[in-house]
């Protein structure tokens, strides 16, 4: 059974849980926390912290308990673990940033990656897991944790700020409770945690740290030698000292090693030998330049030598090397201020002349290196140290390392440290052997001097005191170095001298002086000696310290010595010693003498004579005026290291023993506040509790108050009339010691008798006050500085008389000092009464309910004065802050309880006194203003201090008579409150401080809702603006940013429900209910609360929405009961449903805010339909309006990011554009969408389409001079400027797209305007300009053919504005479909490609999938009347071919019957659907939807003629191309001429043939015969157009390409012959040598431009040879040009033929052109064997003189796969090499560069020779010689013809424009004479050509023609001969009726075409 748990709440899971076959079982991972709610068997049920909703059962051995404490238990119970908080929260900022950390991982490599902070937060993450680990272990010293504390703490705070996470408010490095502490002090932890962790100092946001940093600290530094890698071969001395390069002096006493002379690893002497800790070293020692300073001394013989190995008897000190470690920052500090472990060093010796080595170490850093040199070692190293620095007071800092520093010797520093502590005992004397200068003495060589220095009593024992270095025991004397053979030798040794206290009277020291010999039996030798006195015997001052010359005596016994009464007698310092005229026991050497420094570090001996006679007053007493002068210029250190002698001895002096003052008692005071006031230095703060100590332990004057008070009111009475204002500024600054002397003493007094005097004692104290008062209130200027010391430190005085007087009492005297303060003061008095209020208020009165009674209502009164003058605000708001902080804690420590009546009026005092104050000052202020945010959070803590009651009293005190004032509070108030909302003071990060402040302002609405209840909704005091305001709040508030819980992660989340609930509710129903009182003024709310209501509709709250929708219901019912109809409410909702869609960014938002319009529709129909009101019909039209308008938002919302999107935007925003105009009539809507589509398009490159939209605003403008107003895009102007501004850019965009077609109309509009209207020729010039541009473009530039895409959009997961729809999409410039296929699949990933040739079906249609359908399609060109009747160039009619197009078609290849296997044309039909669009392309979009198609088939014949006839088009284009650009690059024009001739013979026709001309074929479709019969008419066209292009290609072609063309030329004469059959006609053609009559030149004489005909006949046929690879021209290649651009509409392989394809398509176009079952026969041979051609070719290189019609739509057939595979074969030979073969450079550049026009003059044609009667054979030059006779041209058959065939005769086959002459009798190559109608134009799509009737035959003579056309034309149906029906160059229109009669009108040429025969030749 399930019991409750009881001692098993809180654990932690230690393995993994997975739960598969465990019902209702919880999954868990390790280290996941859990909540226990029952127990059973071995199980527990409960949940994970990190899901509270999921709850389930897992195994109780898998959880480890952990101990817990329970909040708010029962149902609502929060368990928590009672563990150190910082644990705790190093375990959930491991969770979130665990999550953050893989999100970042993630996004690694891409644009958005960080690498630098994923491994940042990876290294901190690692490292608070690890200091945590240690936490846990519990195995740390006190300190340590701390200091790993500290460590976790600061990586959190860098590591939150670093990842942009909320700051975590501190208080000694631990969270703040923000319930624990008022709003104010959360602040301040705030601020002070924000500083802390930018700074990245100390990571403790708290508020005491900060003042113990500027105490002063002691450092000290652990040492240890390491290593000494030197062999010296002798014992040897190593003094360690700290050298400070910047004083260039030595700061500590000499640590000594010692080391045998086996060296340093053989030699240990005891524990801690080599390690000393140098100490008290302060925070200047570490920032300068420190050096560790190494002297080696060796010890041994006088000269060491390796030879000799017998010890010697004396052993000398000789100086050896020095070596120099420097301490840099970075090794005393880490950079973060860290203290790092220990640090090792290294250095190496440096040596030089003994005569140097005193200043070896300076030598070094100065880098004189020609005075010293390194010493050799055999080692890479030389001396080996480590260093640690540790900080704080020796003995703490030895209780945290104690492995470290236990027994570890001590190495002081020289002098007293920075800080100078009470119990410190210390009694040394440093002293350094410097200099001497001795006499040689007789000796030829100088003297080896040792001195030995000794230290004797009184009686001349030598005392054990003497310390040459730390780390060793002291000696009775120490022997210096010896410098060899020198008689001024320079020590610079210093030793100790440490003489007990009590001997250091009598003692002195000595000196003597000995020589050494080198020899090794020789004794050293006393030749002198020197002494120092260390203690004045008369004035009992010690010896000074500084440099001192000694005496040297002579004495050579030592026995003299033995007794020093003998020479302490004499003078010892050689300035005394000049002066000596008596005799002495002793002989002075008057040019000898010794020069020594001293330093005496003494507690208990003084060198200051001043001093001494302070503390002997008694044995003097007529010098105590002189004594008491002189203690002002005593050193500070000498006077604390005294200070109870000294004090004892002041107040001795100050009365008499019955308390009466004494002639002395001014100068004791001025001694007494002398002394005091050293207390206020840093260096002596420490001896304040020393003086404590004194007052309550030893202080014993009991009689001294009374004077003390009278000094000082004395000094306060004279400060007015005193100019000298510093002795009273002293005492000002000494009143807090002075009255604890004062106070102390009335208390022994009252002890001593009882309380007697007490009236009288508060008689003294109301006379001090007042006088003090009385000072304060004077104007004048000299005092000001001790008005303000006063003020400072009054609240001293003021703590040490509540021990005696009440607090009332003391607060009382307080705030009259305050009130005599003047309001109307300088700024500096100001600020001093200003932190005196502050000071008071965090003093002891407040605690005390009188005293903070009082000064509370003084303190507020002033504030309020400071405020309202705007003065020192910051002050103000410190003082403020401080009020409410110490009032909440004692309201907090009534927490249980009422407040008592006390702190309840103390609250009311600061209400009514600032409230209204501090609101109108924030209200004034910047948002960045410094003060701004401790007022903010100053009125915070007023308004969280605040109960009902007091808001209460807050009304009554302002309602007045007519409510002016309370409603100026209320309206203050809120708007205030609305500002804090909307632009939050605080910084986003503060999210605990945000959150608070949120709690108070969502209290205090709920408070302020009661007078606008109560006061303001009456009739007469209705004020609408103030009902507005808190409305307004109340939205605002509840849709602020930190209060959407949706975006917080769920620890965050879970956090703010379980202490505030969701504040948004809460405000939601307090908005209802404010909205239900006010009844019948809801109408004034109309429509301005429209949009925040609609807000409020945001949160994700069904109950709150539920209750807040009706709101609408009701805003639209009273505004139709006031007006009649509710299109207020209309247009607002409208306009806030915009403005939200537009101006949000989130996703979650838009979802949760169009789920709520949704539900707002269908709430709001519910309630118009239930109700039935009278506007029930337009009611209901409006919500079906808005739901539309929802549609359409809501798509615009899902795509509103990202660029893959931005086609769906632009439909987004057509939707909405289109809605604004037609159904809701928004004109200000309607063109802001046009300008949002404009912009899109920019971006996106489509210029023309973003014309077109600002069109559409430019057409809601007219040409007037009506004022416009200014907008964000337009200035204010007329409308014809702003017009005529937008027909600017529109014309610009034209111009960018390249649609000067449609630039122009408007050119000419405001060419109009400029010249009928406005009359400005300027801007008319300009346009016109433009204009004139604008036509040479057309002419003159290459423009892209668009490619156009149907796209068709099935299935419901598709958006719904494409769902089930099918497009024309315009494609970009040079777009292919595989990369628009793309494009598509980019926009819609998730879609998938359904193939081209099936029509989705109603599965898919209705699938929840989506799937996508793309094939290319062909526009329709509109008919264009104006070109009617006109030969237009072809440049200017491509243009309409591809744009203004609405119909399109796709074709689809069918078989009826199956496919012939031998011959696929037979049955290959073509199905044709044709679309239509809704509007023409381009247009605003480059895509439009379908809106109509129809369906056709076309039959095996008719696809031939359009295959045919597209490539006819094709080779006529290409030829005009390169007839107006013959430098071009040839190689396509031969590819196509190849492909086309050679597939001829490969038997292209032949197929065509057997399909079509075959005797079976008409009998078995007769209504196919006209388009057999134009299918022949073609065949006749293309070798009219090929020879005609071969004559231009001979004339172009390149020397290299030259056998090739001869090749084309016999190919093509097999291809004539078989068209010849095929027409049978019977005219006699011209024999392939008939076209090459011209005898070939020597081969020597060869030209380029020769006749490549006459080269053939010479070398010979080649007709069954294989065809030649294509040769590379390289000056082709040189000069190519851009003819690619110009084919770009001819994508198929030039080299292919031309019927071996269905349509002459790219492969990506292939793909969706071939039917399924061709597409893989043909795949496989056809795709892997062609190479994919590398020319683009269109029309747009043709001639400027072509001159032609629109032309039909090219249409295409599709071959069998069995054609592919027969040519294929053949191809190896003649087609270009494949693209993956290799190939010469040659071949590479001509098949794969796009060709560029040639810069080179066209080569002008020749003119037609004049001709004669007789028959002429026509040759055609193809490529022969220039003075070769050009041929006859076929005439034309008529003025209108467009048969492809005009092309071929007049601009192929002749040179003229017209391209032909007329003969005399108007008959040429038997055809009609000319009639003056033609037939017109007709599409073979719509129309069939019926067959034309016989023409009769012509008997004139003819010219021989290559093809000509036969005089009748019969149909034919057997198999041999297929003779056509109509004539060669003629399309006959299928309109022509039953009656042919004059045919020879209709079919001939007319007359001024007709070519002129040449004259007869002679």
């Known amino acids: ?231 010296l071969g002798e014992d040897a001395e190593v003094f360690f000292s700290l050298y400070d390069a910047c004083k260039g002096k030595f700061i500590s006493e000499r640590f000594l090693v010692k080391l045998s002379k086996e060296g340093f690893f053989n030699y240990v002497e005891k524990i801690h030998s080599n390690c000393t800790i140098f100490t008290d070293l302060g925070s200047a020692d570490l920032s300068s330049e420190l050096y560790i300073v190494a002297h080696v001394v060796r010890v041994g013989r006088m000269l060491f030598s390796e030879s000799v190995k017998k010890s010697s008897s004396h052993s000398y000190r000789r100086p050896h090397g020095v070596a120099l470690f420097r301490l840099a920052p970075s090794v005393l500090q880490g950079a973060d201020g860290e203290v790092r472990n220990d640090v090792e060093l290294t250095g190496k010796l440096f040596s030089s002349d003994e005569k140097d080595f005193w200043q070896l170490p300076e030598l070094v850093l100065k880098k004189q ?94 005392l054990e005191c003497i310390y040459s270095g730390m780390g060793h025991e002291g000696s009775t004397e120490y022997a210096s170095m010896i410098m060899y053979h020198n008689n001024s030798p320079r020590w610079n040794e210093r030793l100790k001298v440490a003489i007990p206290i009590d001997q250091f009277g009598g003692a002195h020291l000595r000196l003597e002086y000995r020589h050494c010999s080198t020899r090794e039996k020789n004794e050293k030798k ?34 003299r010595l033995n007794n020093p009464a003998e020479y302490l007698t004499m003078p010892f310092l050689s300035k005394e010693a000049v002066d000596c005229i008596y005799s002495l026991p002793f002989q002075r050497s008057p040019k000898e003498f010794i020069v020594i420094d001293t330093l005496l570090c003494s ?145 022994l007094f009252a002890r001593a008798t009882g309380g007697q005097n ?148 103390d609250v009311e005092t600061v209400m009514l006194t600032l409230f209204d104050v501090v609101v109108q000052l924030i209200l004034s202020l910047e948002r960045t203003a410094p003060s701004s945010g401790t007022l903010v959070a100053c009125l915070m803590g007023i308004l969280q201090l605040m109960e009902e009651a007091h808001y209460s009293r807050l009304w009554d005190a302002n309602v007045g008579a007519d409510a002016h004032r309370l ?78 819980l949706e975006h917080f992660s769920q620890q965050k989340r879970h956090k703010v429900l379980e202490r505030y609930n969701d504040m948004r509710v809460l405000m939601g129903f307090q908005i209802l209910s404010m909205w239900h009182n006010l009844d019948d003024h ?234 009928i209207r406005l009359f400005d020729y300027q801007k008319l010039s300009e346009v016109l300009k433009r204009q004139a541009r604008f036509y040479e473009e057309i002419l003159s530039c290459n423009r892209h053919d668009n490619e156009y895409f149907r796209v068709g959009f099935y299935g419901l997961g598709l958006p719904l504005f494409v769902r089930n729809k099918a497009f024309i999409y315009r494609g970009l410039e040079y777009e292919q479909i595989r990369d628009f296929t793309q494009r598509i699949q980019t926009e819609f990933p998730q879609a998938k490609i359904l193939p081209p040739n099936t029509p989705p079906d109603d599965t898919i249609r209705s699938s929840d999938g989506q799937y996508i359908q793309i094939c290319a399609v062909k526009p329709i060109p509109e008919p264009n009347p104006k070109f009617d009747g006109l030969e237009v160039d072809e440049r200017i009619l491509k243009y309409y071919a591809v744009n203004h197009v609405r119909c399109f078609f796709y074709d689809r290849a069918t078989y009826r019957g199956g496919a012939d296997k031998d011959n696929e044309f037979k049955n290959l039909w073509i199905e044709r659907i044709t679309y239509t669009i809704e509007s023409e392309l381009p247009g605003i979009l480059k895509w439009f939807e379908i809106i109509d198609q129809r369906i056709e088939q076309l039959c095996p014949p008719q696809c031939a003629c359009e295959t045919v006839e597209k490539n006819n088009k094709q080779l006529k284009q290409m030829s005009l191309q390169y007839r107006a650009n013959p430098h071009d690059n040839i190689q396509p024009f031969t590819m196509r001429l190849q492909g086309t001739i050679d597939a001829a013979v490969n038997g292209g026709i032949a197929k065509y043939q057997d399909a079509f001309f075959g005797p079976d074929y008409l009998h078995m479709y007769p209504e196919n015969s006209e388009h057999v019969n134009r299918l022949k008419v073609l065949f006749n066209e293309q070798t009219l157009i090929l020879e005609g292009a071969l004559e231009l290609h001979g004339k172009i072609a390149p020397l290299a390409n030259q056998p090739l063309h001869r090749r084309l030329v016999e190919v093509f004469e097999d291809l004539r012959n078989k068209v010849r059959k095929i027409c049978s006609t019977p005219q006699s053609q011209r024999s392939v040598s008939s076209l090459q009559s011209t005898p070939p030149p020597p081969l020597t004489h060869r030209r380029a431009d020769s006749d490549p005909a006459t080269e053939f006949r010479r070398i010979g046929s080649i007709i069954n040879s294989p065809l030649p690879p294509l040769p590379s021209d390289k000056c082709a290649a040189s000069l190519s040009s851009s003819s690619t651009s110009g084919h770009s509409s001819q994508r198929s392989s030039q080299a292919s033929s031309l019927y071996a394809h269905f349509q002459s398509a790219s492969h990506d176009d292939e793909l969706y052109a071939k039917p399924q079952e061709w597409d893989e026969g043909v795949g496989g041979s056809q795709r892997d064997s062609r190479p994919r051609s590398a020319f683009i070719t269109d029309s747009r290189g043709s001639s400027p003189k072509s001159l032609t019609k629109s032309l039909n739509s090219d249409y295409v057939i599709v071959p069998s796969s069995k054609a ?76 209108k013809c467009p048969s492809p065939a005009m092309y071929g005769s007049d601009q192929f086959l002749g040179d003229d424009v017209d391209g032909c002459s007329s003969s005399g009798d108007g008959l040429s190559n038997g055809l009609p004479a000319s009639t003056p109608t033609t037939p017109p134009l007709l599409s073979p799509r719509n129309h069939r050509t019926p067959p034309p009737p016989p023409i009769p035959p012509k008997t004139t003579s003819t010219p021989i023609t290559p093809l000509s056309p036969p005089t009748s034309f019969t149909l034919n149906t057997s198999g041999d001969d297929l003779t056509p029906t109509t004539p060669t160059n003629v399309i006959v229109d299928q309109h022509l009726d039953g009656s042919h009669n004059s045919l020879h009108e209709n079919y001939s040429v007319p007359t001024r075409l007709q070519p002129q025969l040449p004259p007869p030749s002679q």
């Open 1 to 231: 059974m399930w019991t409750p748990t009881k001692n098993q709440k809180f654990g932690v899971a230690i393995y993994n849980f997975e739960a598969e076959h465990v019902q209702q079982a919880l999954r868990l991972d390790v280290g996941e926390t859990v909540q226990i709610l029952e127990e059973c068997c071995g199980w527990y049920r409960g949940f994970s912290t990190k899901n509270r909703n999921l709850k389930g059962i897992f195994p109780a051995q898998f959880i480890h308990l952990k101990p817990f404490k329970i909040d708010n238990e029962g149902i609502y119970e929060t368990v928590t673990p009672v563990e150190d908080p910082v644990v705790q929260e190093a375990a959930s900022v491991l969770r979130e940033w665990g999550q953050i950390w893989k999100d970042l991982y993630v996004v690694l490599g891409t644009p958005h990656g960080d690498q630098e902070l994923w491994d940042a937060v990876r290294k901190t993450m690692m490292d608070i897991a690890d200091w945590r680990k240690m936490l846990i272990t519990g195995t740390l010293t006190s300190d340590q944790i701390g200091q790993i504390k500290l460590k976790i703490t600061r990586k959190i705070d860098w590591g939150n700020r670093r990842l942009g996470l909320d700051l975590v408010p501190r208080v000694d490095g631990e969270m703040v409770d923000p319930d624990a502490v008022s709003v104010v002090e959360l602040y301040r932890v705030h601020v002070l945690s924000a500083e802390t962790s930018q700074g990245h100092t100390q990571g403790l946001g708290t508020l005491a740290k900060k003042k113990d940093r500027r105490k002063a600290q002691s450092h000290h530094l652990f040492f240890c030698m390491r290593d000494f890698s030197y062999h």
């Open 369 to 462: 290196s020609n005075k010293y040199s390194i010493m050799s070692n055999n080692a890479s190293y030389g001396l080996v140290v480590s260093v640690k620095v540790v900080h704080g007071e020796l003995e703490q800092a030895t209780k945290e390392n104690p492995l470290l520093l236990k027994n570890v010797c001590i190495t002081k520093k020289l002098g007293f440290s920075d800080v100078i502590m009470p119990g410190d005992v210390r009694n040394d004397l440093y002293v350094t052997l410097n200099s001497g200068e001795f006499e040689r003495g007789g000796k030829s060589v100088a003297k080896n001097i040792e001195v030995t220095v000794l230290a004797l009593d009184v009686d001349g024992q030598p």
């Open 526 to 559: 006393l030749f002198g000696f020197s002494f120092i006195r260390l203690m004045d015997d008369e004035g009992g001052t010690t010896f000074r310290d500084g440099s001192h010359e000694l005496c040297v005596y002579k004495c050579d016994e030592r026995a």
């Open 603 to 747: 507690t208990k001996l003084t060198q200051n004579v001043d001093l001494l006679s302070l503390l002997r007053w008694r044995s003097a007493p007529d010098g105590i005026g002189e004594t008491l002068s002189r203690v002002t210029r005593v050193d500070g250190a000498e006077t604390v290291k005294f200070l109870q002698d000294v004090l004892d001895a002041l107040f001795a002096m100050f009365s008499t023993d019955d308390g009466n003052s004494t002639q002395h008692s001014g100068h004791v005071f001025q001694a007494l506040v002398f002394i005091f006031s050293l207390l206020e230095d840093t260096k002596f703060e420490h001896f304040k509790p020393v003086m404590d100590a004194y007052i309550t332990g030893h202080f014993a004057a009991a009689l001294v108050y009374k004077g003390l008070i009278s000094c000082v009111k004395h000094l306060s009475d004279l400060c007015p009339q005193n100019e000298k204002q510093e002795p009273i500024m002293r005492c000002f600054r000494s009143l807090e010691y002075i009255f604890k002397f004062i106070i102390q003493s009335r208390l």
């Open 758 to 905: 007490e009236d009288s004692f508060r008689i003294d104290v109301d006379n001090l006050f007042e006088s003090f008062a009385h000072m304060l209130n004077m104007h004048l200027e000299n005092i000001e500085n001790s008005q303000i010391t006063l003020l400072e430190h009054l609240q001293g005085a003021c703590d040490q008389l509540c021990q005696v007087l009440s607090p009332g009492e003391v607060a009382n005297h307080l705030s009259n000092l305050f009130n005599a303060t003047p309001f109307e003061s300088t700024r500096e008095l100001t600020r001093a009464k200003l932190n005196a209020m502050k000071n008071s208020v965090n003093s002891s009165l407040f605690d005390d309910d009188d005293g903070r009674a009082v000064l509370l209502e003084t303190i507020c009164t002033h504030l309020r004065q400071h405020l309202e003058g705007r003065q020192e605000l910051r002050l103000c708001g410190d003082v403020l802050s401080d009020l409410v902080i110490v009032i909440h804690k004692h309201v907090k420590s009534h927490y249980s309880g009422r407040l008592p009546p006390s702190l309840h009026q």
């Open 967 to 1044: 409603r100026h509070l209320l309206y203050s108030t809120t708007v205030l409150l609305s500002d804090l909302v909307r632009a939050a003071v605080f910084p986003s990060d503060w999210f605990v401080m945000r959150m608070v402040t949120n709690h108070t302002i969502l209290t205090a609405m709920q408070e302020i809702a009661q007078p606008l209840i109560s006061t303001f909704l009456k009739q007469g005091r209705f004020d609408n603006q103030l009902w507005s305001n808190y409305l307004n709040l109340a939205v605002g508030f509840l849709t602020q940013p930190c209060l959407q």
């Open 1082 to 1315: 809801r109408l004034h709310f109309i429509p301005g609360m429209v949009g925040p209501f609609l807000e409020v509709t945001l949160v994700p709250e069904p109950e709150l929405r539920k209750a807040t929708l009706p709101i609408f219901f009701d805003m639209m019912q009273a505004e139709q009961q006031a007006k009649g109809n509710f299109k207020q409410v209309e247009t607002e909702l409208i306009d806030k449903l915009d403005i939200l869609v537009s101006e949000n960014k989130g996703d979650d938002e838009y979802r949760q805010l169009f789920n709520t319009m949704e539900h707002l529709s269908a709430v709001l129909l519910e309630r118009v339909r239930s109700n039935d009101p009278v506007w029930r019909e337009s009611g209901t039209a409006f919500i079906n309006s808005v739901t539309r308008l929802l549609e359409r938002l809501l798509d615009y919302r899902n795509v509103m990011q990202g660029d893959e999107n931005c086609d769906k935007r632009m439909s987004c925003t057509v939707n909405l554009l289109n809605f604004y105009k037609n159904e809701i009539n928004r004109q200000e809507m309607y063109i802001r969408y046009i300008y949002k589509l404009h912009d899109l398009h920019l971006p996106a490159g489509n210029f023309t389409e973003a014309a077109f939209t600002l069109q559409l605003h430019a057409s809601q403008l007219a040409w007037t001079q009506r004022m416009l107003h200014a907008d964000h895009l337009y200035p204010a102007q007329t409308e014809t400027q702003r017009k005529e501004l937008i027909y600017m850019k529109i014309i610009e965009n034209f111009d960018k797209g390249k649609c000067w077609e449609e630039g122009i109309p408007l050119l000419e509009e405001l060419a109009a305007q400029y010249r």
């Open 1764 to 1839: 592919v595979s027969d040519d294929s074969q053949r191809w190896r030979h003649s087609r270009p090499p494949s693209p993956h073969a290799p190939r010469n450079s040659g071949t590479h550049d001509s098949l794969n560069t796009s060709w560029s026009d040639s810069q080179g003059s066209q080569e002008s044609l020749p003119p037609l020779p004049p001709r004669g009667s007789e028959k002429q054979i026509r040759s055609v030059s193809l490529g022969g010689e220039e003075d070769v006779p050009p041929p006859v041209l076929p005439k034309r058959m008529g003025k």
